[in-house]
């Protein structure tokens, strides 16, 4: 059973999905960030904005206007930080709990956000992706609808 806070309508509308390593090759960061930067207006972006360059990112696309679904593995956060709500209040942020009752972020409820955020999402777009991280089974699984901006 999934938790939401703010407009749920955004899940009705066409999703770009962002997935990114937490470690990340320095060759990837700047065409992470020009990606998010030369998104067409009204572009909605999930993602957990859990990985260094997700959160560089989230903060990108706030500041940008554009609407985001932020996914967590955890349980809802019991205080939104004033940017978030601010989108929230705007109607162009929601945040998904796929795991409302864990007050931690564990391996499995990760690959089971990353899940929801592949399903949900009209494209992926994988930041990085290495053959070793967890993340590459799930581009395998949605390589039909995915691009990479980097991989080793």
Same mark, same amino acid.
Not at 1 to 9: D, E, R, V
Not at 108 to 136: K, P, T
């Given at each position: ?9 955004l899940?009705n *509308? /066409? =999703? ?16 992470? /960030?020009?990606?998010?930067?030369? $998104?067409? #207006?009204?572009?909605i ?7 260094? %360059?997700?959160?560089d ?5 706030l500041?940008?206007? +554009? ?8 349980r $809802?956060?019991? &205080? %939104? ?8 209040? *705007?109607?162009?942020?929601? %945040?998904?709990? &796929? ?8 391996r ?12 949900? #999402? ?5 930041? /990085?992706? +290495? ?10 699984k /949605? =390589?039909? =609808?995915?691009?990479? %901006?980097?991989?080793?």
């Open positions: 059973m999934h938790k939401y806070l703010g407009n749920q309508a899940l *509308e /066409y =999703k770009i999905g962002f997935l990114c390593s937490s470690r990340v090759s320095s060759r990837a960061i700047l065409p992470c /960030y020009d990606w998010a930067t030369t $998104l067409p #207006s009204g572009s972006v999930v993602s957990g904005f859990h990985s260094p %360059i997700e959160r990112i989230l903060q990108i696309l500041r940008t206007g +554009h609407s985001v679904v932020m996914v967590l593995a955890r $809802l956060y019991s &205080t %939104i930080p004033p940017e978030w709500q601010k989108a929230i209040d *705007e109607q162009r942020m929601l %945040i998904v709990s &796929t795991a409302p009752e864990a007050s931690r972020v564990g499995l409820a990760a690959q089971q956000r990353n899940e929801y955020i592949a399903q949900v #999402s009209d494209h992926l777009v994988f930041g /990085y992706i +290495h053959e070793s991280s967890s993340l590459w089974s799930c581009y395998q /949605y =390589k039909n =609808k995915s691009e990479i %901006i980097d991989s080793v």
